[in-house]
């Protein structure tokens, strides 16, 4: 059913159900999502449902919708509350509930209950819930999830000005979102490759220095080899001369020995005259 005919439709049936629509409009120069208010009737079905169900919960709706209309949301929160007992799974009620969400804050229940709203056969339903659901995780700062809601509300009704803007905005946003972290992600990337740097110099000094004491220890082992060799071949050199001296002194000692049985046979063989 065109739009036209819908919008018709509510100013025609002045009670029922309706749901809210958030739209985007600019605000200045700066690039924002803001929202308005667009009461829109729902399908003929949820009227011919109403002698089954009686009048309490279409009752509640409007009730509901006015006090979103006044900006009391928690109040609207209530009202919509209250009707789901007589409705528990309608797409309408839930994209209801869901826009007094996200005007009262509660972003993630919005996202849940928006999504539910998108089990349904209305076309025009479906592509108000994809795009604020889009609007919702934007105010989530949730760009990447946003800029799929806008365009799968491109891909139903591709000449959606709103959709198109907020999406050219949330990528605008994601990409600024996105430079801070890469920002980040490249000062710690630097930073591990200067830790790298740092530790593979801590290595090379490490081995440098390991290497000197290898030579040095190897130095020092070499001396202390050539001092006992040394001590050895000095030991070995005094002991031949120790040798020596002991032979010589065996030798004089003989000599002397020799000299004085000589002596004491000289003097027992003497033979002269008395005086």
Not at 135 to 162: C, G, H, V, W
Request: hydrophobic fraction near 25%; glycine fraction near 4%; include cysteine.
């Amino acid at each position: 059913m065109p739009m036209s005919r819908w919008r018709q439709m509510g100013r025609n049936l002045l009670s029922g159900f309706s749901f809210v629509r958030l739209r985007r409009t600019p605000f200045g120069t700066r690039l924002t999502v803001l929202t308005y208010v667009c009461l829109i009737a729902l399908t003929v079905f949820a009227f011919t449902v109403v002698p089954a169900y009686g009048e309490g919960h279409v009752s509640l709706v409007k009730k509901g919708n006015e006090a979103f209309k006044k900006g009391d949301y928690k109040k609207a929160l209530e009202y919509y509350h209250s009707a789901e007992t007589d409705l528990p799974e309608s797409p309408e009620l839930d994209y209801n509930i869901a826009g007094a969400l996200h005007k009262d804050g509660g972003y993630e229940e919005a996202v849940d209950k928006y999504t539910k709203a998108l089990n349904t056969t209305d076309i025009n339903l479906e592509t108000s819930a994809h795009y604020n659901l889009g609007n919702t995780y934007f105010r989530m700062e949730d760009y990447q999830n946003a800029i799929k809601s806008y365009e799968e509300t491109l891909k139903i009704n591709p000449d959606d000005m709103d959709a198109k803007y907020n999406l050219e905005l949330a990528r605008k946003m994601l990409k600024e979102q996105m430079e801070p972290q890469q920002q980040q992600q490249q000062q710690q990337q630097n930073q591990q490759q200067q830790d790298q740097q740092q530790q593979q110099e801590q290595q090379k000094q490490n081995q440098q220095q390991q290497q000197q004491e290898n030579q040095q220890q190897q130095q020092e082992q070499q001396q202390q080899q050539e001092q006992q060799q040394q001590q050895q071949q000095e030991q070995k050199e005094m002991s031949k001369e120790d040798a020596e001296r002991i032979l010589n002194a065996l030798r004089d000692d003989e000599q002397d020995i020799q000299k004085k049985i000589k002596r004491r046979v000289k003097a027992g063989s003497y033979s002269g005259n008395d005086w």
